[in-house]
């Protein structure tokens, strides 16, 4: 596969579908407390999609059954959204959700403390936004996809914390998956550019 480069309009588009998707994060943001559900966060996220007019990106996709993936604690990524998986104080969840808007798709994770996290949880929540900041500053034209993961996973490991290997990010426009696959193990001047 290649990397699929939008015009201008179709730049718009995904714009419009990352607000709507913004929109969906910030009504499932006051639900992430203690004692609430993974499933009470589904149903918030599916009634404003609905509000929305927006279709779901993942529930369907490969059989995936929800229109979150909410992964707690230790659980990497996928997690699925259930009534017996109740959040408790100290906890983080990773919020997963995409959408799909006009034909455009959207896909953002955002990790969120539940009540007042562990030293070690904040900290982990802190290296991590600095480390997509890093990671933004490296995005420039001209430069390399090998740079922004070298500065994400060179910051997080000098401040104790690892990367997951396993998976990448992605491209996103027309599907939901694109090129270019973006590692979360690369080095610097490496990559497309």
């Known amino acids: 596969m290649a ?8 730049i718009d588009k995904m714009r419009s579908s990352g607000e709507v998707l913004r929109q969906v994060h ?3 943001r006051p639900l992430v407390v203690p004692g609430a559900s993974t499933m009470d966060l589904e149903r918030a996220a599916a009634a404003r999609m609905d509000e ?15 229109v979150l ?37 959207s896909d953002c994770a ?8 562990s030293p070690t949880a904040r900290r982990l929540l802190d290296v991590t936004r600095a480390s997509l900041q890093e990671a933004i500053r ?24 690892g990367v997951v290997k396993e998976f990448v990010g992605h491209g996103i426009g027309k599907s939901m998956h ?12 490496r990559g497309r550019g």
Not at 52 to 66: D, E, I
Not at 75 to 96: M, N, Q
């Open 3 to 10: 990397i699929l480069i939008k015009t201008s309009a179709e």
């Open 26 to 28: 910030e009504a499932v």
């Open 52 to 66: 929305l007019r927006a279709v779901s990106a993942f529930k369907g996709y490969h059989g995936f059954p929800a």
């Open 69 to 105: 993936c909410t992964s707690v604690n230790s659980e990497v990524v996928h997690g699925i959204p259930s009534p017996k998986r109740i959040l408790a104080d100290g906890d983080i969840i990773s919020i997963d959700c995409g959408v799909i808007v006009n034909g455009f798709y």
């Open 110 to 117: 955002v990790t969120y403390a539940v009540g007042a996290p």
């Open 138 to 161: 490296q995005a420039q034209v001209g430069g390399r996809l090998g740079d922004i993961s070298a500065a994400v996973q060179e910051m997080c490991e000098a401040e104790g914390f």
């Open 178 to 189: 694109e090129d270019p696959r973006c590692l979360t193990l690369a080095l610097a001047g």
